[in-house]
């Protein structure tokens, strides 16, 4: 048991959850606690550290490797408060700690993963694990694994350089995140007239009349540069040159030379990554950052990307024509641009499948969508979510939820927070980094009794005014269901070891849990039962799931050639030996240029503010989502092929193999557990109504 020092008694973040709810003390909790509670709590890893490495018996699995997984726990109890609020929470003096916090944290890392004499007792049962069943001799080459990534193996020298590195990334992308969330604070259209306000619903004027208010614009409409409010502006407003100018202003974003710039930082983060690869063997980043993922190696990844290109180019060059006669249609001659697409994309649905958001929306609530997702993971596995009034959480945005089996015995606990916080002019009230993302307060597992896991879910939903339901658009729907399935993934996770628990594993497996259960959103007994006007009570009209349905593939070239834009830019970007020295929109331009990037295309994300790839964990690795969705299609499958979205016996082995096994074998093992034999990739093409190029 940990023996707190009395000048640190008071700090709630190194109490025990279970006096305060099961959950961080946030009441009490105050910035100045983070640095004494996080030295305390890194010290307190070495020490234990230390006691393994001062045993004279020779290493074994249960006085190394077990002993190994028993460390670090209030490391892990205080960190994820940390980083979680770090996210949700950030401001000035949030940030301030960030800086100078994450880089302590990355050299204890280093300190704890260089050790010369744990490396060798670890090496030591790495020898010998051909003696041991296979769970753990998979934790044992995982934990042998993250030694040798770390520079175990190196001299002295290089184990300080890989050290100072590793801090020095660690310091950037704190650097990078800041720059993304304080880039966006300032409204980029502030409108007041009728003219200027053309096309847009009561529901987007009412957000943007909240937004204007927070940002110090009382009385006007004020838009900021964030994909929410970009998406939507595209989406409605008529206005083609106020379109053009979010656009770019959301396309340009830390990619403008002001004190948000994000060049010179991504610049010396591909200069390390790539003298990080060379000291550990590797001829380029990516081949370092492929190694353990299901793609395996930088080929692979491009091969898969190239069979997802050239369909995709198909079905966008049909959807452009199609874009175009409709704006040629209402008096537009121009080449179609990218600040076109959403919004005749939008006439052309209206049109032709006379899907109107207006008479979807009200079907959208974010409480209606929220409860959905409950409702298909009861319908899938009994389990159940009861909220919990009153709960004292960081922020009443938030909520909290407990979430049980169908006997009612407790699996964990979830933490629902949905509202975008754009904080303020000054930089002082917690605004939210952009996006939406999972995130695990305590990662569950059984080991000496183990622990439950507390998962939460972030997304940036524009909150509607006092009073009014927030109405969500399909998309946002689709994201809060996305992120649900990797909530459900920490939730149901039950493995011993903590190494090899929850969402831990190879990226492009991790998204195939959120990818496969973000399609129940659409199945007929959600639609149906589930999503129902937020007025009146009334389930969602057979003719309007017809032409949802109808609708359903509409775009979607589109919208996979602008992922696919910047999953190939990644990819080409961590292929070069050192891309620090690259010009960066002449690097996409060309890259793209070579892919054959169709007329209007764009991508996604463009390098200055591409978190996934700088700091995010997805470095060369963006095509993961690709890769996931060559699982999660032909995993729904098995849906499909029984004609029951809710098939239980199909959904109790997703469950068993799929959501439960963590890392605790090999993915594709998992995946082949589940769906019986190897995934093929033509349930990718057919869910989105591809055909061949």
Not at 42 to 49: D, F, P, V, W
Not at 388 to 412: K, M, N, Q, S, W
Request: proline fraction near 5%.
């Amino acid at each position: 048991m940990t023996v707190i020092p009395d000048e640190l008694k008071d700090n709630p973040l190194l109490h025990d959850w279970r006096l305060t709810g099961g959950l961080p003390n946030y009441a009490a909790l105050k910035p100045e606690h983070f640095e004494p509670a996080l030295r305390f709590a890194m010290a307190t890893e070495r020490a234990e550290i230390k006691a393994i490495t001062a045993q004279k018996e020779k290493p074994t699995f249960e006085n190394t490797i077990l002993a190994f997984e028993r460390t670090g726990d209030l490391l892990d109890q205080v960190g994820s408060v940390f980083n979680s609020l770090a996210g949700v929470m950030s401001n000035k003096v949030m940030q301030k700690l960030e800086k100078k916090l994450h880089p302590l944290l990355s050299r204890h890392s280093s300190w704890v993963f260089q050790n010369t004499a744990l490396f060798k007792r670890v090496d030591k049962v790495f020898s010998q694990r051909a003696e041991l069943d296979a769970v753990k001799r998979r934790l044992v080459e995982t934990i042998h694994k993250s030694f040798v990534d770390s520079g175990a193996q190196l001299s002295p020298a290089d184990k300080k350089r890989l050290a100072d590195i590793q801090a020095e990334e660690a310091a950037l992308g704190t650097k990078f995140d800041t720059n993304r969330t304080n880039q966006v604070a300032k409204p980029v259209l502030v409108l007041s007239t009728e003219a200027e306000l053309a096309g847009l619903p009561q529901f987007l004027r009412d957000s943007a009349k909240e937004t204007a208010r927070a940002t110090g614009h009382k009385g006007k409409y004020a838009f900021l540069c964030t994909g929410t409010d970009t998406n939507a502006f595209l989406t409605y407003s008529s206005r083609r040159d106020l379109r053009e100018q979010l656009f770019i202003a959301h396309a340009s974003r830390n990619d403008r030379g002001d004190e948000f710039d994000n060049k010179a930082t991504c610049a010396k983060l591909l200069a390390l990554a790539a003298e990080s690869a060379r000291m550990l063997g590797y001829s380029n980043p990516a081949q370092m950052y492929l190694k353990d993922n299901m793609i395996k190696n930088p080929e692979n990844a491009e091969a898969l990307l190239h069979q997802s290109w050239d369909r995709t180019v198909v079905a966008y060059n049909n959807e452009r024509k199609i874009l175009h006669e409709a704006a040629a249609a209402e008096g537009m001659n121009e080449p179609l641009q990218p600040w076109d697409w959403k919004y005749y994309a939008q006439q052309v649905r209206e049109k032709h499948y006379k899907l109107d958001d207006a008479e979807l929306k009200p079907y959208l609530s974010l409480d209606n969508v929220r409860d959905a997702a409950f409702a298909a993971a009861n319908k899938l596995w009994g389990i159940t979510f009861r909220k919990v009034e009153g709960a004292r959480l960081y922020h009443p945005d938030a909520e909290l939820f407990e979430v049980c089996e169908a006997d009612g015995t407790p699996i964990g606990k979830f933490i629902g927070d949905y509202f975008a916080r754009a904080g303020d002019r000054k930089n002082i009230a917690p605004a939210k980094q952009q996006g939406a993302w999972m995130g695990e307060l305590r990662t569950q597992y059984s080991l000496d009794g183990g622990q439950q896991p507390i998962v939460y879910n972030v997304c940036n939903i524009s909150k509607a005014s006092e009073g009014q339901p927030t109405l969500l658009s399909l998309e946002e729907a689709q994201t809060l269901f996305h992120e649900m399935g990797h909530g459900l993934h920490g939730l149901l996770s039950k493995v011993e070891y903590p190494t090899l628990a929850g969402c831990n594993g190879p990226m492009d497996y991790v998204e195939l849990p959120s990818q496969i259960f973000e399609k129940f959103l659409l199945s007929n007994d959600i639609l149906r039962q589930h999503l129902r006007h937020f007025e009146t009570g009334a389930p969602m009209p057979a003719a309007l799931i017809e032409k949802l349905k109808a609708s359903e593939n509409f775009c979607r070239g589109h919208d996979t050639m602008e992922y696919l834009a910047s999953a190939v830019v990644d990819l080409a970007l961590y292929r070069l030996p050192d891309a620090s020295g690259v010009d960066f929109t002449k690097f996409e331009q060309d890259t793209l240029k070579q892919w054959g990037l169709p007329e209007g295309g764009y991508m996604r994300h463009r390098l200055a503010h591409f978190s996934h790839i700088f700091g995010g964990g997805y470095p060369a690795s963006y095509h993961s989502y690709e890769q996931a969705a060559v699982l999660d299609t032909d995993g729904y499958a098995a849906f499909e092929e029984k004609g029951d979205s809710f098939h239980q016996p199909t959904a109790a082995r997703l469950r068993r193999e799929v959501y439960a096994s963590g890392a605790s074998r090999d993915p594709l093992e998992s995946y082949i557990a589940f769906r019986g034999r190897a995934p093929q990739m033509d349930a990718l093409f057919k869910s989105r109504g591809f055909t061949p190029a």
